[in-house]
């Protein structure tokens, strides 16, 4: 019996296959997924890598129309300049020829067609007209020190203008240079992806130098550096052999005071007795919290971004998943802490059952099982209950009893 004739070959149907990938729509999760402490999955990571993708996309429509916007103010103020220019020239020569016409050099109708020589079309003459017309009224009225004024006030706008256009030229040289550092990662990113190592090398090479920039933004513009580095919430270092280097990266974003624009969303959490591994409902309570945040910094974003998110859907590119009843109270929470302890702990309450269903059965909740075997209260509700009894518990002891501190852990 003949085999089945396959169409094309393996690397065609792969090429094919991920052609149908990329058209597929991707799904944006507007909320985190919660797994069990030092589980997380391929599915959770794929969703993060999304989100960031999809929003990496909007950034670049909102660059992409800031850049037409700053392209067209540009066209503008050329076609402004070039008609200005032509402007001035005429109505330099139209005010000589007044000026000699009143001081008797030519007359009445010497000027006149002096006057149809500068200035031949209809069009420019009223424009010409409307130009000096008020200006000739307007010196009329002033003194000379308020016409001196006056002037200077011209030539301060005539700089800002061209001040104006310096900056212009330098925001689309940035713009470019953006655009073309993005489009080098995309090509990199596919030329990983496929294992490529000298890819992979010129990936660190160009992360060094990043980092080195850097560095000497700190040095040169501390000020400016920090301001930036309070909105990020993560910053890059260089990691070296060299012993104690953790310290001093430390002690470098500690000075950058990294994130502290963005307290709300990494609380830092406040000490408890004894070590993490020995207390699962505090590993499940941190990881609730971080999910929460996440959550919230999500929104945050999307919000932001609401217009461009708008544009890849409508495109085609995007759509968004059904979000939990949990995710909208998530959104009104007050900032963690010992008072708002209950608050959240109802809302994790309820994610940890939409995110997790059968979370009972984790092996970090053996001893609550046993425990509920021997007191005859073993249900999945009673066991679950149980659980999230000790999470919100565990929650109250590790959240902050006053204002939010700045550093999180």
């Not at 919660?34 to 999809?54: I, M, V």
């Not at 310290?247 to 406040?270: C, D, I, N, P, Y």
């Not at 999307?302 to 998530?330: N, R």
Request: hydrophobic residues 40%; contains cysteine.
């Amino acid at each position: 019996m003949k085999r089945p004739r396959q169409t094309g070959s393996t690397p065609e149907r792969k090429k094919r296959s991920r052609r149908e990938e990329e058209d597929r729509p991707r799904v944006l999760r507007l909320h985190a997924s919660f797994t069990p402490p030092g589980r997380k999955n391929a599915a959770d990571l794929k969703d993060s890598a999304t989100f960031l993708e999809l929003l990496g996309e909007a950034r670049s429509l909102r660059i992409q129309k800031k850049e037409d916007r700053l392209r067209a103010t540009e066209e503008d103020l050329r076609a402004r300049e070039r008609h200005f220019q032509k402007l001035s020239d005429i109505i330099e020569k139209t005010i000589a020829v007044h000026q000699a016409r009143k001081a008797g050099a030519i007359d009445g109708e010497t000027a006149s067609r002096q006057l149809r020589e500068i200035c031949p079309d209809y069009e420019t003459q009223m424009e010409v007209a409307k130009f000096l017309l008020p200006a000739l009224e307007e010196k009329l009225s002033m003194t000379e020190g308020e016409w001196a004024a006056k002037k200077r006030n011209l030539a301060a706008k005539k700089q800002a203008l061209a001040e104006e256009a310096r900056e212009l030229a330098e925001n689309l040289k940035l713009i470019d240079a953006r655009e073309q550092a993005h489009q080098v990662l995309e090509f990199l990113s596919d030329r990983i992806q496929a294992g490529d190592e000298r890819a992979i090398a010129d990936t660190v090479s160009i992360a060094e130098q990043a980092i080195t920039l850097l560095l000497v933004a700190e040095k040169m513009h501390p000020a400016a550096t920090r301001k930036v580095a309070a909105w990020r919430m993560h910053w890059p270092i260089l990691g070296s052999r060299e012993p104690g280097w953790e310290r001093r990266a430390a002690k470098r974003l500690e000075s950058l005071q990294v994130g502290s624009a963005l307290e709300f969303l990494h609380t830092r959490f406040r000490e408890a007795r004894g070590a993490d591994e020995n207390y699962p409902a505090r590993q499940w309570a941190k990881a609730a919290v971080r999910t929460v945040e996440e959550t919230l910094g999500r929104w945050i974003l999307f919000d932001d971004y609401w217009d461009e998110f708008g544009e890849l859907v409508t495109g085609g590119k995007m759509v968004t998943e059904k979000i939990p009843e949990w995710v909208t109270e998530t959104r009104l929470l007050p900032a963690f802490s010992a008072a708002a302890a209950s608050v959240w702990g109802k809302v994790i309450r309820a994610m940890i059952r939409e995110q997790v269903p059968q979370f009972h059965d984790d092996p970090d909740w053996e001893s609550q099982r046993n425990t509920a075997r021997h007191t005859c209260r073993d249900s999945r509700g009673e066991i679950q209950n149980a659980i999230l009894d000790d999470i919100v518990s565990a929650l109250r002891r590790i959240a902050p009893l006053g204002a939010v501190p700045k550093s999180g852990s």
